[in-house]
């Protein structure tokens, strides 16, 4: 069931409506910025979580 | 552009080059084979990269020369929706997760080399093998064009004028890929991966300090953009589909290529491939940041000949000499790691599903990697000759239809992973109905990969790679439960297996 973590970023960028906006601000970058940014660690991180649960085979 | 030459970095440009030709040739020793007088060690390496050298050798292939420029250039024009490259290389990575491990592991136990071994293996058809290499390879071609247009504005920018450098620089490329193979581009990717992350890190460092920190950077381009009456930092409402249906187009497409391909395949396990989906994302974050480079253009100021330009005038206006002489070496290596890999994929297919297919079926393993490395040879020479010769829009159109292309063989060569289901027959009609129907919509459309649909009087516009592939399937479907099924022969049929596990 890990596995369904795989899915989380096709959700999260994939409908667009969810962070097309200017605010809030980070740093001076727009909502729209940050938020596709932040999603390159947090896949990451998603993806780590279910490398850790499958069976390693070589 | 000026004819002046920045002789610091011209002396940069040229140590740099000198370098990465020295480590070209010595990569032939590197990590040295018995021999190699066999495509998997010439074309694969041997299949012994392990996480490290992946990272670096994928990282370095998959975010190629012509990214580095073009994507902030479409930035720079459009804004916002030049970004669309971020959410495709954030969600190819799970996809790479869940299915190149099973892929290798096919590869892997049955000796494949590309894409076609794998369909031939799996259905045991020749036509299929046939349709899903020469896609393979005619969708690469205008993608090593494609890096020469990245060197091309690298050395353009450091004021050297004319062909010769250009060519210069391709005719070493193949005379070490030919001597080396992968193991060549593999070696020279560590040098060009540091290299571009320190050019990145500099500029996303430097530069908006110079320019008044990141809000001013993007109210300049806001402003611009304003001013111009067409773009913007955020995405209008007829770009939301576009936008999405690019990426993910584009994320399905990205490791059917010959060149991501071969990186999967070389590397040394199932496992491997996994961390580096783990690991490989750090590339996107630069990418991200390297696409801020266009809103750093209209910060800067910049008066531009052509948007291709905004990266190296970027650098050349706010940088000392010596390390805008350092920007452009990276970039222009950066083309040569993702060309040489190109060269070395479309060889494989050539060598593996044509010529040993249809010309010498007795070639020797000796025999085979020959073949593949004269091939690897007029693979370059041609992307040259159509580079000097041709149009540049001409490549750019190509490999526009080139992205369209290569997807139609994600159902052959994916679908036999988790099921058995599709037979050989279904699967060339929709190959066929996806490339001739995708290629004819994206004509009608005067080459623009979007095409416009209508919903009860809404009209939408959707990547026309998508759309392509939505046809291909559904043929595959129909044309598989109307055919009879025909009795499974022999062991060349059986489906590999899916994993059980999951």
Redesign the interface.
């Known amino acids: 069931m890990t ?1 369904l973590l ?2 989380a ?2 959700i999260g ?5 969810f962070y ?3 605010e809030p ?1 980070l ?4 909502f ?2 940050w938020y ?2 932040a ?3 947090l ?2 991180l ?3 979580f ?2 850790r649960s ?5 | 552009m000026t004819a002046n030459i920045d002789m610091s970095a011209l002396a940069v440009f040229i140590f740099f080059f000198v370098l990465v030709t020295a480590m070209g040739f010595f990569a032939s020793r590197w990590r040295r084979a018995e021999s190699l007088d066999h495509l998997d060690e010439w074309g694969l390496g041997g299949r012994k990269f392990g996480t490290w050298i992946t990272w670096f050798l994928v990282g370095g292939d998959f975010y190629t020369a012509y990214t580095v420029i073009a994507v902030p250039a479409l930035v720079y024009a459009i804004g916002a929706y030049g970004f669309f490259a971020l959410p495709y290389t954030i969600i190819v990575y799970p996809l790479v997760f869940a299915v190149m491990p099973l892929l290798w592991k096919a590869a892997k136990e049955r000796g494949y080399v590309t894409a076609g071994d794998v369909v031939r293996g799996t259905y045991g058809s020749r036509a299929l093998e046939l349709a899903v290499a020469s896609t393979g390879v005619i969708a690469t071609m205008p993608y090593i064009a494609l890096q020469l247009i990245g060197m091309e504005v690298a050395i353009k920018a450091l004021g050297l004028t004319g062909e010769m450098p250009i060519i210069l620089a391709f005719l070493v490329l193949a005379l070490y890929t030919y001597s080396s193979g992968l193991r060549a581009p593999a070696l020279i990717a560590f040098v060009k991966d540091i290299m571009i992350y320190i050019v990145v890190l500099a500029a996303i460092i430097v530069v908006p300090s110079k320019l008044g920190g990141y809000g001013a950077v993007f109210s300049a381009a806001d402003a611009a953009f304003e001013a111009k009456g067409k773009g913007g930092i955020l995405l209008d409402s007829t770009q939301l589909v576009p936008y999405v249906t690019l990426a993910l187009g584009s994320a399905l497409a990205a490791f059917m290529y010959p060149h991501t391909l071969t990186g999967i395949f070389a590397s040394s396990g199932a496992n491997t491939i996994r961390k580096n989906a783990v690991l490989l994302p750090a590339y996107t974050l630069l990418l991200g940041l390297l696409a801020l480079l266009g809103y750093m253009g209209h910060a800067a100021g910049l008066q531009l000949e052509s948007n291709n330009d905004v990266v190296p005038t970027l650098f050349k206006t706010l940088f000392p000499g010596w390390f805008a002489g350092f920007a452009f070496s990276a970039i222009a290596i950066g083309a040569l790691v993702p060309a040489a890999v190109m060269s070395i994929g479309a060889a494989n297919l050539f060598t593996r599903n044509f010529w040993k297919v249809w010309i010498n079926p007795d070639v020797t393993a000796a025999g085979e990697a020959q073949v593949a490395k004269i091939t690897s040879m007029l693979v370059k020479v041609g992307a040259l000759l159509a580079i000097l010769l041709l149009p540049t829009q001409f490549a750019l159109d190509l490999q526009l239809l080139g992205g369209l292309w290569i997807l139609q063989t994600l159902p052959a060569l994916v679908f036999g992973l988790y099921t058995s289901w599709f037979r050989a027959p279904a699967l060339l009609a929709g190959w066929a109905a996806g490339f001739i129907g995708g290629s004819a919509l994206v004509w009608s459309d005067g080459l623009k990969p979007l095409h416009a649909l209508a919903f009860d009087g809404v009209t939408v516009s959707v990547y026309t790679g998508l759309l392509a592939l939505t046809l291909n399937v559904t043929v595959a479907v129909v044309v598989n439960l109307i055919l009879p099924a025909k009795e499974t022969a022999d062991d060349d049929l059986t489906v590999v297996e899916a994993e059980s596990r999951s």
């Open positions: 596995r795989l899915l970023p096709y960028l994939l409908w667009v409506p097309n906006f200017e601000q740093f001076g970058f727009p729209f910025y596709q940014l999603w390159v660690p896949t990451s998603l993806t780590y279910v490398y499958v069976r390693h085979d070589g």
